[in-house]
């Protein structure tokens, strides 16, 4: 059994709130480099660019990316051997949320639904926790802003629209959405399960390397054609028109009952932010 302090977590969700908002992975920059380099649309390629530019600027003077850095997702792979001491793990995860906004000057944005009131520090953070094998704990920081937030949707399909009712209910989700989630956009699609296990999928998909395949064939030839009906509608970059409306499709499914077809479709912007450690 190893011993991990609450501080360690803190400190770790920190830099990691810090991190996400300022540097985002190489995986979508050389995405978004592919994309620009194909666009067609003049006012689409220079868009790109404009994104491209901002994303090393962000970088190199360590700051946000984008103005709402959003409300803050943590997952927590937490092994079985792992003992955690000296309080609570929720609520060191969101003391290093509260931090990490404050000393990296990010928009606290969080509020009660119903008053409004904001809570001053961008917390409480929305905590996935899953239990794995080992003495190490992994934790992503998954900052999301609304603009994309706002655009995502769960449908309870009938077991007989198949897969054709999920092809449409994903395109018409991404139609709807149009300009609003900032284009080109990166689309988790979570299949099966319950309303809540479908949405969690969805979300977490947008984890995985941006673009790479999952590792079922016929759940990536489903990614690849849900990408090409995608960028066939012409939104394009900012919704402004061109080939790249959307720069990958992430499927994650799980077995469902015999009388449901849950599918949730949760859509992430161009920055596609999230960071990583294990500790």
């Not at 994903?170 to 959405?177: S, Y």
């Not at 499709?249 to 859509?267: D, Q, R, S, W």
């Amino acid at each position: 059994m190893r011993t991990v302090s609450t501080s360690l977590i803190t400190q770790t969700v920190e830099q990691l709130c810090i991190e996400a908002c300022y540097k985002i992975g190489d995986d979508v920059k050389i995405l978004l480099q592919k994309a620009r380099d194909e666009e067609e649309s003049p006012l689409g390629k220079w868009i790109l660019q404009q994104f491209l530019d901002n994303m090393h600027i962000s970088r190199e003077e360590q700051l946000p990316l984008c103005q709402d850095t959003g409300m803050a997702v943590v997952f927590i792979e937490l092994g079985r051997e792992v003992h955690v001491t000296g309080g609570s793990l929720e609520d060191a995860v969101n003391e290093g949320v509260c931090r990490g906004y404050e000393k990296g000057y990010l928009r606290k944005s969080v509020l009660d639904p119903l008053t409004r009131k904001n809570t001053g520090d961008n917390t409480p953070a929305v905590i996935h926790l899953e239990m794995t094998e080992g003495d190490r704990i992994k934790i992503t920081a998954a900052p999301k802003g609304f603009g994309s937030e706002n655009m995502s949707r769960l449908a309870m399909l009938k077991p007989a629209d198949g897969a054709d009712g999920i092809k449409k209910f994903v395109l018409d989700t991404v139609v709807r959405a149009g300009a609003n989630p900032c284009p080109p956009i990166i689309v988790g699609i979570g299949i099966g399960g319950t309303m809540e296990k479908a949405a969690y999928l969805a979300k977490k998909s947008l984890l995985r390397e941006a673009g790479k395949p999952h590792p079922d064939k016929d759940i990536a030839a489903l990614e690849q054609e849900l990408l090409n009906k995608i960028n066939e509608t012409g939104i394009g970059p900012q919704g402004m028109g061109g080939r790249t409306t959307a720069l990958a499709v992430h499927v994650e499914t799980y077995p469902t009952h015999i009388a449901g077809l849950p599918v949730a479709v949760n859509i992430q912007c161009h920055a596609a932010r999230h960071a990583s450690a294990v500790i």
